[in-house]
């Protein structure tokens, strides 16, 4: 029986998207999600096997990792796309925030990795880790400064794993800017975002999408950044 790939916050948006493509491929898939959704219940009518957990505290990491193990003892990878954008305002806890995000963003993709290890090894032919990362990791962002922080903190993981892990586990990371408008976003905010990247467009979910295909087909990539920003970082 084919391993399953382990998708964190797999229930909206970019996991989802991910998490639909490799059920129709009839890739198993374990799915996590903090709160519910409509979309567990297509999920689950497709197969995936839904994990409820929290990354933004260690006793949630542990206990999702327990469950985790109970459920299968091989991996054919793990994307991690589990994600807060909480960003600083006048009146935040900074302490608090910075935690969260590093808990969340560094972390949980950190104690899951090590603790998964034999679980990716184990799986026969090679297995992936995808950390999905952020186009400010290298920039930064005023506004959101301990979340930019942990995704460049994130991406270093992806250094660290790819040299630890090989040969038997390619590690690599997906680093987006926009590929996705939320359906609140107006249409003067739309119009500034996307001038902010050369090819001024919002390719939408499947961008994310081709890209973890390419590496899970791929038996030559590891340690590496998948930029996916549209030229942004020219402008």
Known sequence: MTAPILITGGAQRLGLAIADDLLLKNQPVIVTYRSKKPSLDILNEK?????QANFAHADGIAKFIGALKEETDRLRGIIHNASDWAKEKPDSDYNALLLNMMNVHVNA????????QNMLENNGNFADIIHMTDFVQEKGSQKHIAYAASKAALHNLTLSFSALLAPKVKVNSI???LLMFNEWDDQNYRQRALKKSLLQNCPG???AVNAVNFILNSDYVTGQVLHLNGGRHLK
């Open 205 to 207: 979910a499947k961008e």
């Open 47 to 51: 197969g995936a096997i839904l994990i």
């Open 175 to 177: 680093a987006p800017a």
């Open 109 to 116: 993709p950190y104690q899951i990795n090590l603790a998964c």
